[in-house]
């Protein structure tokens, strides 16, 4: 198996390392790939020394696997010259996500619609992973009607570019490049990507468009705000789900341990709740502060906290490349 990880330097692609060495993957030829600039370098995994390929040698290589983290202007130019030549390609980026030709997948809810044919695939947000991964399990039960959702997005969402900021502020030294139009330390922005014409940004509608690509739920009444926090451990989302019919909470904390992927943490009278210094590291979504919403039928509030470079990105990633040998379909 030669597996080619597509932006090895960056802090989602390091991320990728960790995680395929953690988990044992079984790979005999590992081709990091960077820019030019950082080709020819050397990066360390599983105890060995491994040098950085560019994209075109790479693709000499021909690997049987790529998983790609490098952006959605760089999937957009060579994403498709990797599976031109048979190789199959998960793309962490917005590139493709939503292609109708191109699955969005979160193994767990929706790997088995993967085929042998399927050689482009689509990692979703970071945001979107954690929120969907509730939403699921408690549709089946209950019928998701409607979702108000606001993020509290780590600054690693913004790769390093975020992470130096937030550094920079708090040394009290000014950032040459900094992430974000306002300081992000001791503060909050209710700012992901761009903004459009109607008012939200572009990782709001991410949130919006893939949930209901995932659910199968094309007019799923879902909104959002997302904010940027000064946080490096993951990201954590106010979630309010209206209901076909009325869930009950007890029943709701059974139905999420009982979930692969999800940790119920739910006694606020111990002060026990998810929170993203605790997330930080892990693999699993945590859910607390499990309530009814007094103000709205059928309704209830939940906090869900993810690490966003692991579930949130790398890890559903590696999912998703183990689903695929599983099946033989790599």
């Not at 946080?231 to 692969?260: A, M, Q, W, Y």
């Amino acid at each position: 198996m030669k597996i080619a990880v597509v932006g090895a330097t960056g802090v989602v692609g390091q991320k990728m390392l960790q995680v395929l060495e953690e988990r044992g993957f079984d790979i005999h030829t590992l081709i990091p790939v960077a820019s030019e600039r950082s080709a020819g370098k050397t990066i360390a995994w599983c105890g060995k020394n491994v040098t950085i390929k560019t994209v075109d040698e790479a693709l000499s290589g021909k690997p049987d696997l790529a998983i790609f983290s490098a952006g959605s202007h760089f999937s957009k130019e060579n994403a498709l010259r990797f599976t031109d030549q048979g190789c199959t390609v998960i793309d962490n980026s917005s590139a493709w996500r939503m292609h109708s030709d191109v699955k969005l997948i979160i193994p767990e809810i929706n790997g088995e619609i993967l085929t042998k044919k399927d050689k482009l695939i689509a990692n979703p947000n970071c945001s979107t992973i954690q929120l969907v991964q509730v939403l699921w399990p408690l549709h089946r039960a209950y019928g998701v009607k409607r979702v108000i959702v606001s993020t509290y997005q780590s600054v690693t969402g913004s790769g390093l570019k975020g992470i130096n900021q937030l550094e920079s502020e708090k040394e009290n030294h000014p950032c040459k490049d900094p992430a974000y139009p306002h300081p992000i330390e001791l503060n909050c922005l209710p700012h992901g990507g761009d903004f459009d014409s109607s008012g939200y940004t572009s990782e709001e509608k991410k949130l919006i468009n893939e949930s209901r690509k995932i659910l199968g739920l094309p007019d799923l009444r879902i909104t959002g705000t997302v904010v940027r926090v000064p946080v490096k451990g993951g990201h954590s989302e106010s979630v309010n789900i209206s209901f076909d019919k009325k869930p009950d909470v007890r029943e709701v904390r059974k139905i999420l341990s009982s979930t692969p992927g999800i940790t119920v943490q739910d006694e606020p009278a111990k002060n026990i709740y998810p929170m993203p210094v605790n997330a930080e590291g892990k693999d699993e979504t945590f859910v607390g502060r499990i309530r009814e919403d007094d103000s709205f039928p059928n309704s209830l509030n939940l906090w869900v906290v993810s690490d966003n470079l692991r579930k949130g990105a790398a890890t559903n990633s590696i999912q998703i490349a183990e689903y695929l040998i599983n099946q033989g379909y790599v």
